[in-house]
């Protein structure tokens, strides 16, 4: 899901036999447009059968950018308003299953791809055009990367997690687009779902039972602190930020929405008042 529009709320969803259109070619996926005043369906983008379906969203002023469970992957450009497709980048064979798509904030027609390989593999977009303009492999070991991360702290390097035992934080040079550091959690701390970056630290956020958060220095990628989370909120599934806080969602039985205090500050430490934590029950 991506919420970076005035008037709306976008996400990427599976459809069901009899809700797909008269004459479509077979996909079973779609990207939602759902306008916040009312909640209501505003616009769909139906995919292909050939673009399958898409895991990782992120968007622009005029566009969505869709990941997708491809081989090879693909990327789909969709205009907002009219939710059509306006270009397809379509990746190398090998780089296959786009798991997410990032931008960099500190160059905003730039987007990040990372493939569910061994190892992954990470790809730098121009989104103008949808052309590719370098790609990487990550090291031996560094496999089928979840998440990423590059904020408007990070003008030099982007930040990965990995879905492996236990997780691994990888630092890539924007430069190069090489792997220059990479951090080994410990023994639990696996599958890095989310990371978050502030001006000193990263937060990585495991989908284990607990889930973990764990606070890393960025200057020498060592990990300063973690956080376990509370008995039943487990398997963290996202994480954003907020000011001074970081909020994870959990898959649980009766989902929860866990706030943190401790981005851009430090040490990381639960909430201190009991009303900054919330259970969301459907």
Known sequence: MEDGDAGHIFAAVSVAAN?????MDGGNAAVIKIRKSDMRIAGVHFFTSADNMAYTLAMDAGFIYSGQYTYPGRIVKI???TMKVANTLVLAPGSNDVRWIFKDATNPRVLYALTNT?????LRVDMDNMKLLRSSTLNSGCD???AGVSSVFDRDFLYIGTNTVPGRVIKVAKDTMQQVAELPLSAGEDTIVSLQSD???LYAATYTKPGFVVQIRKSDMR???KLPLSIGEDKITAMVHGKEHLYAAT?????????LQGFRSWPLKAPSQPEVKAS???
Do not use: E, I, M
Request: positive net charge; without cysteine.
């Open 79 to 81: 205009d907002k308003r």
């Open 251 to 259: 898959d649980t039985v009766h989902g929860r929405l866990v706030r």
């Open 280 to 282: 969301v029950v459907p």
């Open 19 to 23: 809700h797909k259109p008269v004459g």
């Open 118 to 122: 061994q190892p992954g593999g990470v």
């Open 223 to 225: 990990a300063v602190g």
């Open 199 to 201: 001006a000193v630290y």
């Open 144 to 146: 089928n990367p979840l």
